[in-house]
């Protein structure tokens, strides 16, 4: 199979906003979707793309547009709604050596397929005893502000961390999302991306030929002394900007982007650890029952020899996102609450 | 006077009486309680599985359910494999992760069957999509029964069938009943399947007739397979054993007397007899012999899959991940 020769290349230090970089190949965060996309198409006829709204004039926010020019609306075809048998059609197709993505706008939307989600696609190799796999990707983006509201702004990565079977990836950068695309779509199992609309308003480095970034493994996108802070998705943004006000008064931060939230990566948060001996966790979901919580209690499990103060998670409030900007504001962390939190935690 | 060769009927007459004594014997093994895993017997329903299988080829794709046992086998699945899986054996067909709910056989095109009401319905549905994709021509099936028709994604997986023009047969078999509640009391409807009329074509036939649905999935099947895209056929049936486990409906009391009776009358494997006899394809001798010697393969398999191994605790995470 040609996946064999594509490469896998682990990131380098990339920042997050765009910068000049020595390489010159500069692109969006969309086009890099598109890009993984295109390869995937090129490199294997067995990847077929699909989703409501991807053949839009624009596709789904710039990242599927006018791939159906060039690939054939066999392979890259608009949906009706019915998300649930959809989910269900691309199973089966997987099922039979297919390679399907299926796009939606929002992870919201994936609540109308959680049965085949949750008890199907993740479930059929384990009960099979190994016989039946579902090599699916589901792509969707948490959307964030402009009074978008409950139903249209859930980041529910926290939810899907809980259920065996399944891989998930929240990718950051432009080099990040084409690489992780890449290998999720190699991969032999259900693996969920989940894409967060804020980080679509930025360029990277993004290498013209196809690559893959290791699923499972984390980042470090600035290297600190004094606090850990494990973010996720936007909340890497967040928490580079935090750590350069907390430079300012001489406060060292660690940031580390997880990439992937199932598997993710333990030991580069315990090194890390090893140094620091204090974990800010920062997740875009609600801080109850989530990927903050689930990291937090592992650590602790594992490492607690390595902490010196409690573990600090910062998260949404425990609420349905409201659609005013005021309460939207009160709604979401961001630099500054992850700063201030910093600054408590290193008064204690 | 017979509507189809004589041997295929004679065919499809051992594969009915196959899966019937297999069920059977389960169903006299079960309380022995050496099969840890719910059994949904298909005793009563075995010209539909019988009738509409024996028109595939080993590369079409049969998606089932829970009610499984008589797909399986009517489909080639291995019967060792399967009577292991029931035992929860690390020889099981699924490898003793699935029980009798999560049946597989890859290599006579039975992926692994799901348990949801309906669930299988769309991964049918994507089989049948990739064939398209793909370009083979390949046939999916996908069985269902008459409360599986009240999913809502049953009829988003044929409205997109019909769009496609996919190569599926859904089967409906309609038992009329839900666990314990009567048709009457969930659809205004006694043909579940008249719901999808307005998206694909519907044939009604007796479920109870293994001439008759091997006629019609014949047709429709052919059909598909040269792009003339899916159909329905809802089967009426009654299954002569509770929803699970061994003992019968009326036991159970949600069914009568008079009606498992009725039904009872109308064995399709029964009928397949008389019919066969008359036509002078079958006879006593004939019936003994192949009684005797699948009750041989059958005790054999039974003595097996008691002897294997159970999966070893330590591998409990064989499987998780391709």
């Not at chain 1, 290297?223 to 907390?246: F, R, Y």
Request: net charge negative.
């Amino acid at each position: 199979m040609p996946w064999t020769k594509v490469n896998q290349l682990d990131s380098i230090e990339i920042k997050v906003n765009t910068e000049n970089v020595n390489d010159t190949r500069i692109i969006s965060y969309t086009d890099s979707i598109r890009e993984a996309l295109s390869s995937a198409l090129d490199i294997d006829e067995r990847v077929f793309v699909m989703g409501q709204g991807i053949n839009d004039p624009n596709g789904i926010f710039g990242a599927t547009k006018d791939l159906w020019k060039i690939y054939g609306e066999e392979r890259v075809f608009d949906t009706p709604l019915s998300e649930a048998a959809l989910t269900g059609i691309a199973i089966g197709s997987s099922m039979m050596g297919m390679r399907p993505i299926y796009c939606h706008n929002r992870p919201d939307f994936l609540m109308l397929a959680m049965d085949q989600i949750v008890n199907h696609a993740t479930k059929m190799n384990y009960m099979s005893g190994g016989q039946c796999n579902v090599p699916l990707v589901i792509w969707a983006t948490t959307g964030m502000g402009w009074g978008s509201a409950a139903q249209h702004s859930q980041a529910l990565h926290g939810l899907f961390m809980h259920v065996p079977g399944l891989k998930i990836i929240m990718p950051t950068t432009p080099y990040d999302v084409k690489g992780l695309l890449l290998s999720a779509i190699e991969d032999n199992n259900p693996v969920l991306v989940f894409e967060h609309r804020k980080l679509f308003n930025q360029s990277g480095y993004v290498p013209e030929n196809a690559y893959k970034v290791p699923i499972g493994r984390g980042v470090v996108r600035k290297a600190g002394s004094d606090v850990t802070i494990v973010a996720i998705s936007e909340m890497v943004a967040e928490a580079l900007n935090a750590s350069k006000g907390l430079e300012v008064d001489g406060i060292s931060c660690e940031v580390i982007d997880l990439r992937t939230i199932k598997p993710y990566d333990e030991e580069i948060i315990i090194k890390s650890l090893e140094k620091t001996g204090k974990l800010v966790i920062a997740d875009t979901g609600w801080k109850t029952g989530g990927v903050s919580a689930e990291i937090a209690a592992s650590i602790a499990e594992k490492a607690f020899h390595l902490l010196n103060c409690s573990i600090l998670r910062l998260g949404s409030e425990d609420v349905p996102t409201p659609a005013s900007h005021v309460l939207e504001r009160a709604f979401y962390k961001n630099a500054d609450d992850i700063e201030f939190a910093i600054r408590t935690m290193m008064d204690k | 006077m017979t509507r189809i060769d004589k041997n295929i009927y004679l065919d499809l007459y051992f594969m009915m009486k196959k899966i019937r004594m297999t069920e059977e014997k389960i169903a006299e093994n079960y309380h022995e309680d050496n099969m840890h895993t719910p059994v949904h017997l298909y005793i009563g329903q075995e010209a539909i599985a019988a009738g509409v299988c024996s028109n595939l080829k080993p590369t079409d794709k049969v998606f089932s359910n829970h009610r499984n046992h008589g797909h399986y086998l009517a489909k080639g699945g291995d019967l060792y494999a399967m009577i292991a899986e029931l035992h929860n054996k690390e020889t099981g067909c699924s490898r003793g992760r699935g029980g009798s709910m999560h049946l597989t056989d890859n290599s006579v095109g039975f992926p692994i069957t799901s348990a949801i009401v309906a669930g299988g319905v769309p991964i049918a549905t994507g089989s049948a999509l990739a064939s398209t994709i793909r370009k083979s021509n390949d046939v999916s099936v996908v069985f269902f029964g008459d409360a599986a028709s009240e999913e809502g994604v049953v009829f988003e997986s044929m409205c997109f069938a019909a769009l496609k023009k996919l190569p599926i047969i859904y089967i409906c078999e309609n038992n009329m009943f839900s666990v314990c509640t009567p048709l009457e009391k969930r659809e205004v409807s006694k043909s579940v399947c008249k719901k999808f009329e307005s998206v694909l074509n519907v044939k009604y036939v007796d479920g109870n007739d293994v001439e008759s649905i091997y006629l019609s999935a014949k047709e429709a099947i052919d059909n598909a397979r040269v792009g003339g895209g899916p159909l329905v056929i809802e089967c009426l049936t009654y299954r002569m054993r509770d929803h699970h486990d061994t003992r019968t409906g009326v036991d159970a009391g949600y069914q009568t007397q008079d009606e498992w009776q009725f039904w009872s009358r109308r064995c399709p494997i029964e009928k397949a007899r008389k019919n066969l006899y008359e036509e002078g394809v079958l006879d006593e001798y004939k019936e003994k012999e192949f009684e005797k010697m699948f009750m041989l393969v059958l005790d054999d398999a039974f003595r097996k899959a008691i002897a294997d191994p159970l999966p070893k605790p330590d591998d409990i995470y064989y499987g998780l991940f391709g």
